[in-house]
């Protein structure tokens, strides 16, 4: 396949992801741009590997999140299994009214952990 013609087809990445770990162990994950099928694969690699190193919670501010397709909302919930079965939590800080309703909307807000701020993220995962 013509180099040229691949990068037609798949679009410039507008997704950035950044991380920082508290004192506790936690990360915190930073998402924005667009989050989709394209970014899902290094996503889900990077959840799993939270899980199995022995990071205690991580918390996920989508607050520069313009886009969340069904993939990455799919990944989010594997995540959320996988690091529960390693005894640790993850919260979704959705703290605008676009990456809330994408929770609602899909009913993964009475199953994940969604949160308004980063505070509120902490007391549940906490709680």
Known sequence: MDADYLHEMVPLATF??????????R?????????????????AARFHELAE???????????GARFIDTTVLET???????????????????????????????GLDSTLCVCGSQDEALARLTA
């Open 16 to 25: 950035e992801r950044s991380e920082e770990a508290d004192e506790a162990g």
């Open 76 to 106: 989010f919930v594997t995540a959320q299994h996988e690091l529960e079965s390693h005894q640790h939590g993850l919260a979704l800080i959705a703290d605008h009214p676009y990456a809330r309703r994408a929770f609602e909307l899909t």
């Open 53 to 63: 190193d022995g990071t205690h919670d991580v918390v996920v501010d989508l607050s």
């Open 27 to 43: 990360v915190f994950m930073h998402l924005s741009g667009e989050l989709d099928m394209f970014v899902t694969p290094s996503l």
